[in-house]
């Protein structure tokens, strides 16, 4: 599947509104004006709380290249709370952003893969021996969350590791805080919550939003399972690409790849540290 700017716009937009909404639905949960959702440059930066994983600018050089005085607000209203600023910038975005980001003192931390496949046709089911998969209902919302965050603190170890990592009761909220955002999907094996999944229809887009497998079930086609069964409703839903976002080199990548999903454009994230914060830490990132 090829990616132009203008794909890639649509996909970069679709991230930023799903940050933009799941930051809104955080805010008020925690009833207080702590966090924020600044528009820069058609993107998003968001602060939602602590060592949260929607704390990042997402969505830049898309649209008018942000004026250095706005980046001057956003960078007083993170360091304000003692946090880092990550700004996630895909490969097809203007080059000139890097520019700019690099003579601000942001340092490269890691890079992630956005993949996609194009929908339309009849999407193959997978149904692997007494796997099933299917929408999760609130009825099954704390099984779902359960494995689904079980399954993210023990990360499969194939490929480049995720630089960050966040505490049990962060990974929980996050969680909650979408419910109401995704679709989700569970899968069990002869009845027993054994992983789960979440999707988002934005724009013709269909937002893979995250899939997990619990370890005593893996390498037995969970996640292909979970991948077909979503495809499928983002099919039948009039969507014409879906996109999942994945670490380079790793068994989610070679999942998704197997069920037709290519390689669209990477993602560099890059990260301003404060010096005196002691946040390095939870960046990957070179202190400046």
Known sequence: MFCDTGLAARIECAEAQLITQWN??????????????????????????????????AGLGFAARPDPVDFDAIERAYAARGAPVQAEVASLADPTLLELLAERGYRLAAFENVLGRPLGDAVESVA???????????????????????????????????????????????????????????????????????????????????????????????????????LADATVAGCDVAVITVQPGSRSQQNAQRRGFGLLYTRAVLVKVWQDSGLARTTGALTP
Do not use: C
Request: charged content about 25%; glycine content about 12%.
């Open 128 to 230: 692997p021996p007494g796997i099933e998969v299917h929408p999760s209902g609130e009825d099954e919302f704390d099984a779902w969350l359960g494995v689904v965050v079980e399954a993210t603190l023990t990360p499969d170890t194939q490929g480049v590791p995720w630089q960050e990592e966040f505490p049990r009761e962060i990974l929980e909220n996050a969680e909650r805080d979408t419910a109401g955002l995704v679709q989700r999907y569970l899968a069990t094996v002869d009845g027993v919550p054994a992983g789960g999944g979440s999707m988002r229809l934005a724009d013709g887009v269909a937002q893979l939003t995250g899939a997990a497998t619990a370890p005593a079930f893996r390498r037995r086609g969970i996640q292909s399972a979970l991948l077909a069964a979503r």
């Open 24 to 57: 809104d639905v955080t805010r008020h949960r925690r009833g207080e004006l702590a966090g924020f959702a600044m528009p820069i440059g058609g993107g998003v930066a968001s602060y939602a709380e602590p060592d949260s994983p929607i704390n990042k600018v």
